[in-house]
C-alpha cells in the first residue's frame, strides 16, 4: 500500500497523521500518546512498559496507568485493536499490511539508497513532507526527546542522500534538479558535493555571475565553521576551464579531494575509505562525569582503527570541534566528506554499563553495523577496553565487507587501486587455486596503480603464501615471492601490521619460526585489533610452539573478528593444539566446526580427519578422509605432515592419528 483509500496508512513526516480506508483518525490531542505510538511504530521489538513509562513520563502519579489509557486510546483508533500487542511486561504495535513513510524510507535506505532507481528515489523524496513528527515536542520527557532528535537527524541524512543520488542521475535538463539541489542544501549546507552541484548546475546554464556569487557566500559560511573550503574553490576553477559545460550532471560532478585532517597526513593522495569516529555520548547515569567514559571510549576506539591502517581516519582534534558544535554526526560526515560515521552511547546504570554504537554509509544514509553491548561493571575499565574491541573489530569487518562488495560490481578495468585490493580481498577469501590466481592479478593491479600500498603487498605474499601451503604451485619459488611481496610491503609501511604479519608468515614457510614469532608479535603491538596476527600467531604455536599459547591467541582472534573468512583457520589452530596437549575429545569438535565453514579447504579437513582419529571416532575420520581423497587421490600422512612444521613428539602423534584410519 501506498496511502491510497485502503487500509491504514500512518505519516510520521510532518503532524502525526493516521488514515484508516480513506478518513483521517482523529486522535486524542495528548503529545504522549502521539509519541507513543510514533515510538512503537519505529520499535524493532517489543519494548517494556518500564522503558515506555521511563521514555515519556516524569516521575508522574501513576505511570502504568497513564500508559494502560494511552493504549487502550490506539486500540479504539487502529483498525484492528489487536495491532495492539502486550504479552507480559512488553508492548509492540504490528503495522503489517499498513503504509508507513518513515517505514518505507528506512527500509528503502537499508537496501542501498544507490540501488534504486529514479521513479522510486522521486516517490521516496515527496514523502518528506515536512520534519519528522512535526510538533511533537514533549517538555520534561528528555529520553523521548533525544530519540526525536535522532530520528530527525537520521532521516534528514536519508532525505540528503536520496536528493544527492537524484542530483547525480537525473538527466541534465530535468527541471527538476535545481530543486533537489536547493533542498540538498538546505539540509546539508557544508557538505562540499552540494555546492559543488549546484555550481555545476548553474555553470551549465550560462549562469557564470551567480556561481561566482554563491562561492563567495559559500566561503564565508565554510569560513565562520573553521572548514576548508579549498576543494569547493578547486572544483570550481576545474568547471571554469573546461572547454563546455554542457554535460549531464552525473558524469560531470568533480571528485572532491581525499578528507581533510585525516589521521594519517603523509598516505597517498589516493582514493580510500574514509572514517569518522563522532564522539560517543553518555547519557545521565549513577554520578560518574560526564564525558568521561564516553570520551575516553571514543578516543580509544580511533587511536585503534587509525593502528589498524586499513582507511582514513579522522584525527580526534576535527570530530571532537564538530561535536563540540552540536553537529550531527550525520552532517559532520558530509562536511568533512567521509565515506562512514560511527557513532554511539555509553549509560551507566546499577549493576550494569551499556554501550550502544552503528556505522552508517554517508552517501546512501544506510546503517552498515548497529550492536548494543551489555556488561556488569566488576571493572569499569577493562569492561570498556572489552567492549571497544569488540567495536573496533566489528567497523573494520563491516567496512571491509562494504568496500569489497562494492568494488565485485564494477567493471576491472574501472578500478582503482584502493578497489583492485579489496576486488583482490573478494577472490582470495574463496580459497581456491583459481580464485587466488584472480586474487594475485588484482593485488598486482593494484600495485601498478599505486606502488606505496602496503596492504596490496600484503595481500599478494598471502597469494604466494597460499601457493606454497596449498602445493599449488613450486612451494620453493613461492616461499621466494611470498618472503620478497612481504619484504616490500615493510619497505613502503614498516608500521603496518600487515606488514608484519606477512612477514611472519612468509618466515614460517622458510623455516624460521623465532624470526616468524617476533614479526607476528610485532604486528599485534603495533595493532593490538589485528585479528588475523593473533591467528597466525595461533597457527605458529600450533605445531611447534607452545599449545597453550596457541589457544590464547586463537580464542582472542576469534573474540576480536568472529566472522572472519578465516575462522575455520582459527579453529583449525586451536584443534591442533589441543591435540598436543592430549585433549583429543575437544580437538575433534573444534576440528569439526572448523570443517564445517563453508570456505574451508582439504587442509582444514585433513585436521578434522587426523583429531577424530585420535579421539577414537574412526568412521567419521574415515568419511573425512574419503573426502580428501576425492580430489587428492594418494594423500597421506607424509602430505599432512609435509604441509605443516611440528615439532618431533607432535609428528609422531599425528601419524599415529594417520595409521588408524589408513593414512598412514
Excluded at 571528485?255 to 569516529?277: M, N
Aim: proline residues 5%.
Amino acid at each position: 500500500m501506498n496511502g491510497g483509500t485502503a487500509g491504514l496508512c500512518v505519516r510520521l513526516f510532518g503532524p502525526l497523521t493516521v488514515v484508516r480506508d480513506g478518513a483521517t483518525v482523529q486522535l486524542p490531542a495528548s503529545r504522549k500518546l502521539r509519541a507513543l505510538f510514533a515510538y512503537l511504530a519505529l520499535a524493532p521489538h517489543p519494548v517494556s512498559r518500564s522503558r515506555l513509562c521511563e521514555l515519556l513520563w516524569d516521575v508522574p502519579n501513576d505511570p502504568r496507568g497513564e500508559l494502560r489509557w494511552c493504549l487502550s486510546k490506539l486500540r479504539s483508533g487502529l483498525d484492528d485493536p489487536a495491532r495492539v500487542e502486550t504479552s507480559g511486561d512488553t508492548v509492540a504495535l504490528d503495522l503489517s499490511g499498513s503504509f508507513v513513510d518513515a517505514i518505507d524510507i528506512a527500509s528503502a535506505a537499508a537496501r542501498g539508497i544507490e540501488t534504486l532507481d529514479l521513479e522510486r528515489l522521486q516517490a521516496l523524496s515527496e514523502q518528506f513532507a515536512g520534519d519528522f513528527l512535526e510538533g511533537l515536542e514533549i517538555d520534561r520527557s528528555p529520553h523521548f526527546m533525544s530519540w526525536l532528535t535522532a530520528q530527525r537527524r537520521r532521516f534528514s541524512s536519508c532525505h540528503a542522500a536520496i536528493l544527492e543520488h537524484l542530483v547525480n542521475n537525473l538527466p541534465a535538463g530535468s527541471g527538476s534538479v535545481s530543486a533537489h539541489i536547493e533542498k540538498w542544501l538546505a539540509l546539508a549546507p557544508f557538505d562540499g558535493r552540494a555546492h559543488v552541484a549546484l555550481l555545476e548546475n548553474l555553470a551549465r546554464r550560462g549562469q557564470i555571475g551567480a556561481c561566482e556569487d554563491h562561492l563567495a557566500a559559500a566561503a564565508l559560511l565554510f569560513q565562520s565553521e573553521d572548514l576548508d573550503f579549498a576543494p569547493v574553490r578547486d572544483a570550481w576553477r576545474a568547471i571554469k576551464e573546461r572547454p563546455s559545460v554542457a554535460t549531464p550532471c552525473a558524469r560531470s560532478m568533480v571528485t572532491l579531494t581525499p578528507p581533510v585532517a585525516l589521521a594519517e597526513p603523509d598516505a597517498v593522495p589516493l582514493r580510500r575509505a574514509s572514517l569518522a569516529v563522532m564522539p560517543f555520548v553518555e547519557e545521565a547515569g549513577i554520578g560518574l562525569p560526564r564525558g568521561g567514559l564516553a570520551d575516553g571510549l571514543t578516543h580509544d576506539i580511533i587511536t585503534r582503527l587509525a593502528k589498524l591502517r586499513d582507511f582514513f581516519v579522522i584525527a580526534r582534534g576535527s570530530v571532537f570541534a564538530l561535536a563540540e558544535k552540536d553537529i550531527a554526526p550525520e552532517d559532520a560526515g558530509r562536511r568533512l566528506n567521509v565515506d562512514y560515521v560511527a557513532t554511539g552511547a555509553v549509560r551507566s546504570l546499577p549493576g550494569r554499563v551499556v554501550v550502544s554504537a552503528e556505522l552508517v554509509e554517508v552517501r546512501t544514509a544506510r546503517i552498515v553495523w548497529t550492536e548494543t553491548f551489555e556488561r556488569r561493571p566488576d571493572d569499569i575499565f577493562a569492561v570498556l577496553d572489552e567492549i571497544g574491541n569488540a567495536i573496533v573489530s566489528s567497523i573494520s569487518t563491516e567496512i571491509g565487507t562494504v568496500e569489497r562488495n562494492r568494488a565485485m560490481l564494477k567493471a576491472p578495468n574501472s578500478l582503482n587501486a584502493w578497489e583492485a585490493y579489496h576486488r583482490g580481498l573478494w577472490h582470495m577469501y574463496r580459497f581456491t587455486r583459481t580464485e587466488n590466481e584472480q586474487a594475485r592479478h588484482f593485488f598486482d593491479m593494484a600495485l601498478k596503480l599505486d606502488p606505496t600500498f602496503a596492504r596490496a603487498y600484503a595481500g599478494l605474499s598471502f597469494t604466494h603464501w597460499q601457493n606454497a601451503f596449498q602445493r599449488w604451485g613450486d612451494r620453493e619459488q613461492e616461499t621466494a615471492l611470498a618472503f620478497e611481496s612481504a619484504g616490500q610491503s615493510l619497505l613502503v609501511d614498516d608500521q603496518n601490521p600487515a606488514a608484519h604479519w606477512a612477514m611472519g608468515r612468509a618466515l614460517w614457510l622458510r623455516g624460521e619460526q623465532d624470526g616468524s614469532l617476533v614479526e607476528l608479535e610485532r604486528a599485534v603491538d603495533l595493532s593490538p585489533n589485528f585479528a588475523l596476527g593473533h591467528y597466525a600467531l595461533s597457527f605458529v604455536h600450533s605445531q611447534s610452539g607452545d599449545p597453550k599459547s596457541a589457544i590464547g591467541s586463537s580464542d582472542h582472534s576469534r573474540h576480536l573478528s568472529p566472522f572472519d573468512p578465516l575462522l575455520f583457520g582459527m579453529l583449525g589452530s586451536r584443534a591442533m593444539a589441543l591435540a598436543r596437549l592430549g585433549q583429543f575429545d575437544e580437538a575433534a569438535e573444534w576440528a569439526l566446526k572448523a570443517a564445517a565453514r563453508p570456505n574451508a579447504h582439504a587442509i582444514i579437513l585433513a585436521i578434522a580427519a587426523h583429531c577424530l582419529a585420535l579421539a577414537g571416532r574412526q568412521d567419521e575420520a574415515r568419511n573425512f578422509a574419503a573426502t580428501l581423497r576425492k580430489t587428492h587421490p594418494s594423500y597421506c600422512a607424509d602430505d599432512f605432515i609435509g604441509t605443516f612444521r611440528f615439532e618431533p613428539d607432535a609428528e609422531a602423534l599425528f601419524r599415529q592419528g594417520a595409521r588408524r584410519i589408513g593414512l598412514g
